[in-house]
C-alpha cells in the first residue's frame, strides 16, 4: 500500500474560491507527523504547514489550514480565499521513526491552478 | 538572510561516471537532508545528517553516499551513475534534528546520458 496517497493529480479553482487537496496516509506507528509543501514552476519546495499525530487542534498557518481526520487517516489542505500565486504543485508528506531510522515520503503530488 | 544554497545548479554525466553534489545549510541550521525528485513524481528522501552523523536513511543503493562537514555543509556522492539516477537533487536544513520544518534550497538538476 502507498503510505501517502494524493488521488487528485490536476485541480482547476477559480481565484477567491477556497480549495481542498486531498490526502490519506497508511502507517501503523502512534507517532508521525504530516506536512504539505508548495512546489512553484522554479522548483523550489515550499514548507506551509505541519501536524503531528498527537496534535488534538488542526494546524494552521494563515490562508493554510490542516484538515486532520486521525480514524479515517487523512491530512487534507484547505487553501482559503485562493491567489493566482497558489498556481503550483501540491505535496503531502510524512514524517515516520521506524527502528530509529527517521524517514519523510511524499506523495505524488496535485497540480493545482487558480484560474483568475 | 540567505537561504539554502546548492551547487551546482545543473550537470550532466555519463553512464558509470562520479559525480559529487554540494549543499549549505542556512547559518544556524545543523541538519541537513536530501531528495531526489524524478521529473513527475514527489520528492525521494535520500539521508538525512544532523550534526554530522546520519540520523536517517531511505530506500537508495550503497552507490549513494553523503557527509556532514563541522560548517554543516553537505555533499552527496553518487557512484556508477546509472540512467535512471537523471533527476533534481534537493537539499533541505532544519534547526533541530528530526525532519520538520525544513527549507529546501532550489535544487541540482542531474542528466545522465
Known amino acids: 500500500a502507498q503510505k501517502i496517497t494524493q488521488t487528485q493529480p490536476g485541480m482547476f479553482v477559480q481565484e477567491k474560491e477556497a480549495v481542498t487537496l486531498d490526502c490519506t496516509y497508511d502507517?501503523?506507528?502512534?507517532?508521525?507527523?504530516l506536512f504539505w509543501y508548495k512546489q512553484p514552476s522554479s522548483g523550489e519546495m515550499i514548507f506551509l504547514i505541519y501536524?503531528?499525530?498527537?496534535?488534538?487542534q488542526n494546524a494552521t498557518e494563515g490562508r493554510y489550514s490542516l484538515n486532520f481526520q486521525k480514524a479515517r487517516k487523512s491530512a487534507n489542505l484547505v487553501i482559503s480565499a485562493s491567489q493566482l500565486g497558489d498556481s503550483a504543485m501540491y505535496f503531502c508528506?510524512?514524517?515516520?521513526?521506524?527502528?530509529?531510522?527517521?524517514?519523510?515520503?511524499f506523495g505524488t503530488g496535485t497540480r493545482l491552478t487558480i484560474i483568475p | 538572510d540567505a537561504g539554502v544554497t546548492q551547487s551546482p545548479t545543473h550537470l550532466i554525466k555519463t553512464r558509470g561516471q562520479q559525480v559529487t553534489l554540494r549543499c549549505s545549510p542556512i547559518?544556524?541550521?545543523?541538519?541537513v537532508s536530501w531528495y531526489q525528485q524524478v521529473l513527475g513524481q514527489g520528492p525521494q528522501f535520500i539521508f538525512q545528517?544532523?550534526?554530522?552523523?546520519?540520523?536517517g536513511r531511505g530506500n537508495f543503493p550503497d552507490r549513494f553516499s553523503a557527509r556532514q562537514f563541522p560548517n554543516y555543509s553537505s555533499e552527496l556522492n553518487v557512484n556508477a551513475l546509472l540512467l535512471g539516477d537523471s533527476a533534481l537533487y534537493l537539499c533541505?536544513?532544519?534547526?533541530?534534528?528530526?525532519?520538520?520544518?525544513?527549507?529546501f534550497g532550489p535544487g541540482t538538476r542531474l542528466t545522465v546520458t
Open positions: 533541505a536544513s532544519s534547526t533541530r534534528q528530526g525532519l520538520y520544518e525544513q527549507y
Open positions: 502507517t501503523s506507528d502512534q507517532s508521525y507527523g
Open positions: 501536524q503531528g499525530s498527537y496534535d488534538e
Open positions: 508528506a510524512m514524517r515516520e521513526v521506524l527502528f530509529g531510522n527517521e524517514k519523510l515520503t
Open positions: 547559518s544556524g541550521h545543523k541538519s
Open positions: 545528517y544532523y550534526e554530522k552523523e546520519e540520523r
